[in-house]
């Protein structure tokens, strides 16, 4: 891609009524967005950096635009995954790398990958952290979605479980703990969730804590995601994880992403396909991994007050993949 012109720079997107998990509360998505330009074609990336991983926007900004040079004189999308590491800088790069990769060819990325889409992906919709009056009725009030995410926090989650199960007594559930539970409340919590028919639970316990998962046998599936972010790094903890969370802003991107979908595979893991609080650009690329998938969070643009223009439509609780038309497409 020599002669590549890049531009970088943040946008904020209001979310619907906040957004809560156990580490905190936050109103509004804040996202970097990546262009890079060639030949009258411009090819788009989304990322989010996350505090999480000690990610700001400024660095994140920074790190991307280090690279200016070395984009312009044709640093290739392979080569950038040992310039940067996994993370939301990255990730836009690589995102927008494949965009305009297949812009100049004239084709999509599925057709560069040899790929199809689902034409309809049902994803969870997530209900924020809040008492558990007030998670039942949320759960109540979202009649489209089949699927719904649970953000619990610890203190106080089985009564959460217990009046969510009353309030939906036929939906489907996942919870995500981000965290939050400790090896003194991982038994209960584990049997409430057996009792309230819960499918996944994720990452129950700090990722530097999770060791103890080996030696349980859990009655539901423990997904991993702050434990999980490469391929590489997969052999270390599969004896803890049933399932994993693939996101591209952990991954570096889609073509880590697709990496370690073939890894977990081969290791006999299921998988989530999950994202930040983002816009339909940052999710498009997930759609390509979407018919492998054991389960799809893919809901962010559906917490925004907006997305852009151009983004996915919902119909049913179902994310309508060809009403995406920020990435990917061949013009």
Request: charged share 25%; hydrophobic share 45%.
């Amino acid at each position: 891609m020599s002669g590549t012109a890049l531009a970088v720079f943040a946008e904020r997107f209001p979310i619907a009524g906040g957004f809560t998990i156990s580490r905190g509360s936050k109103t509004e998505a804040e996202v970097v967005t990546v262009q890079l330009s060639q030949d009258g074609k411009t090819g788009w990336g989304e990322c989010v950096p996350y505090a999480r991983y000690g990610e700001r926007i400024d660095q994140t900004i920074g790190a991307i635009t280090a690279l200016e040079m070395e984009i312009a004189g044709g640093l290739t999308r392979l080569q950038l995954q040992s310039r940067l590491p996994p993370g939301a800088a990255r990730n836009g790069l690589d995102c927008a790398m494949w965009d305009l990769e297949a812009k100049l060819a004239g084709r999509s990325v599925a057709d560069l990958l040899g790929r199809s889409t689902p034409a309809e992906i049902v994803t969870a919709f997530t209900i924020s952290l809040d008492t558990p009056q007030r998670m039942a009725a949320a759960a109540a009030k979202a009649e489209q979605w089949s699927l719904l995410k649970l953000k619990l926090g610890g203190e106080g989650d089985i009564e959460r479980l217990m009046a969510v199960r009353r309030a939906v007594p036929n939906k489907r559930i996942i919870v995500d703990a981000n965290e939050a539970w400790s090896a003194h409340n991982l038994p209960e919590n584990l049997d409430a969730c057996q009792r309230t028919r819960i499918e996944l639970v994720e990452q129950p316990l700090p990722a530097d804590q999770d060791q103890i998962l080996a030696d349980i046998v859990s009655p539901v599936a423990i997904c991993a995601d702050e434990s999980a972010h490469v391929g590489s790094g997969l052999a270390r903890i599969e004896a803890r994880y049933q399932a994993i969370n693939i996101k591209l802003d952990k991954t570096g991107g889609l073509t880590e992403a697709l990496a370690l979908m073939a890894v977990a595979r081969g290791q006999g893991m299921k998988v989530m396909l999950g994202c930040m609080v983002c816009t339909s650009l940052s999710i498009e690329p997930l759609t390509l991994l979407a018919a492998d998938a054991d389960w799809c969070d893919l809901d962010g643009p559906f917490l925004l007050e907006r997305d852009r223009p151009g983004g996915f439509d919902c119909v049913d609780g179902r994310l309508v993949v060809d009403s995406g038309k920020l990435w990917g497409i061949s013009s």
